[in-house]
């Protein structure tokens, strides 16, 4: 079965940079692309980027440009997002998510709790 | 970037009623919207895309209608399992938007 599996939450300093992994598995991770999903109470779902799992090339929300990168390791079926220079308004739940049909989010990552405080 | 406005932002229902949840695209995005249902502590997950195609496993009490601008989710005969937050989405390029959701709770 399709699974996305997310690295855990994570608490870290106002400044620094994280990066979130989300590894598929179940299916061939190159034939679908990835997209990533920002969670938050004041702005509910925006979407971050996507990232072709095959080529590695990504394109990005116009207000991520700059804080968010999206890489890829095919050897290992893994998808990456870094988030940096973090702030208290980055600190929400970050999805992966798979892309299906006509661009829709078929499956989804657990989520990863990122909470940035000093 | 396409607004999407959901509406309403909160619903209350019980178990054996039928519900209506619309949303508006702030342009027309043809058949181009999907539906997710996400309940308390998990992630979205899909249940309609296309408008009205039902994804894989969904339930056939749930139906998805519209085109251009306005689209709405339709679920029959609520089940105890249907409550949580609804949220739509156009996929007519990017960047994908999503609706702020609306909050099916029990009365």
């Known amino acids: 079965q399709v699974q996305l599996q997310q690295s855990g939450a994570e608490l870290v300093r106002p400044g620094v940079s994280v990066k979130i992994s989300c590894k598929g598995s179940?299916?061939?991770?190159?034939?679908?692309?990835m997209h990533w999903v920002k969670q938050s109470h004041a702005k509910s779902l925006e979407w971050i980027g996507v990232?072709?799992?095959?080529?590695?090339?990504?394109s990005y929300n116009q207000k991520f440009k700059g804080k968010a990168t999206m890489t890829v390791d095919k050897s290992s079926s893994t998808a990456y997002m870094e988030l940096a220079r973090l702030t208290s308004e980055d600190s929400a739940i970050y999805y992966c998510?798979?892309?299906?049909?006509?661009?829709?989010?078929?499956?989804w990552g657990q989520g990863t709790t990122l909470t940035v405080s000093s | 970037d396409i607004q999407m406005t959901q509406s309403p932002a909160s619903l209350s229902a019980s178990v054996g009623e039928t519900v209506t949840i619309t949303c508006r695209a702030s342009?027309?995005?043809?058949?181009?919207l999907a539906w997710y249902q996400q309940k308390q502590g998990k992630s979205p997950q899909l249940l309609v895309y296309?408008?009205?195609t039902l994804a894989e496993g969904v339930p056939s009490r749930f139906s998805g209608s519209g085109s251009g601008t306005q689209f709405s989710l339709k679920i029959n005969s609520l089940q105890p399992e249907d409550f949580g937050s609804y949220y739509c989405q156009h996929h007519y390029g990017t960047p994908l938007t999503f609706g702020a959701g609306t909050k099916l709770e029990l009365k």
């Open positions: 342009e027309n995005i043809y058949s181009y």
């Open positions: 296309n408008a009205k």
């Open positions: 179940g299916y061939t991770f190159t034939d679908y692309a």
């Open positions: 998510a798979r892309e299906g049909n006509l661009v829709c989010l078929d499956y």
């Open positions: 990232i072709s799992t095959y080529y590695g090339d990504a």
